[in-house]
């Protein structure tokens, strides 16, 4: 097995242990959801044929979920779950520096070429229509740029936070942004010069940060 092949065995088995921890008609419930939505988009989201395609009655939706609200909520968890665990375990597999801020952009790349992300664009804008959507997304981004920011492998301070969060919400906007440029134009647009600018604002953010820091730091030996 090769190695961009492991990674995508641990991001598939994160899923599988959220997936593991609910019933198994809920698991078959959001499996199917998960298929139709990437097969066939958001509108495919219907009870009657979620039930049918997890071979489940479909008062089970009800049972399990509560509402379609609450099955996407479940979704949007499996969906995304798995994707920035991977991100994360990319990042931290290397030491602090320009390597580690360079594996975090080739993942961010990789990760919107991945159909469980591009499934994901189809419900955000629902969001923008449906209130009792926003939540749970709204919540989602937030755990998206947390996840950023462990990937910089900065140690948050007070001073850097703001700095620190600005550019989590610059790659998480490029992520969805340049992906759906990408898709809408497969044979005519090109994301990665806009992502090799976004790995050069990284590096000027990141070592202004660690610049700083080691300011902070008194020299071995000084004298007091």
Not at 23 to 45: E, H, N, Y
Not at 55 to 81: E, M, P, T
Not at 126 to 149: G, H, S, T
């Amino acid at each position: 097995m090769t190695s961009d092949e492991e990674k995508q065995a641990r991001l598939q088995q994160s899923t599988e242990d959220y997936l593991q921890g609910l019933p198994q008609p809920a698991q078959k419930l959001l499996r199917a959801a998960r298929r139709l939505l990437i097969r066939k988009g958001f509108d495919a989201l219907r009870w009657e044929s979620i039930a049918r395609e997890a071979g489940v009655q479909r008062s089970l939706i009800r049972y399990y979920f509560g509402d379609k609200a609450g099955l996407l909520r479940a979704l949007l968890r499996a969906l995304s779950q798995d994707a920035l665990l991977w991100l994360v375990a990319q990042a931290e597999a290397l030491p602090q520096g320009p390597a580690r801020i360079h594996a975090h952009v080739a993942g961010t790349i990789k990760l919107t070429q991945n159909p469980q992300f591009l499934s994901f664009l189809d419900i955000v804008p629902q969001a923008l229509r449906k209130e009792e959507l926003r939540p749970p997304i709204a919540e989602l981004y937030r755990w998206a740029r947390e996840m950023n920011i462990r990937c910089f492998g900065v140690t948050v301070t007070q001073d850097n936070v703001k700095d620190l969060e600005a550019l989590a919400s610059l790659f998480v906007a490029a992520a969805d942004g340049l992906a759906i440029q990408a898709a809408l134009d497969p044979d005519g647009y090109d994301p990665a010069p806009a992502f090799e600018k976004l790995e050069q604002a990284a590096r000027l953010v990141l070592e202004t940060q660690n610049a700083g820091s080691h300011r902070d730091t008194p020299e071995t030996g000084s004298a007091p």
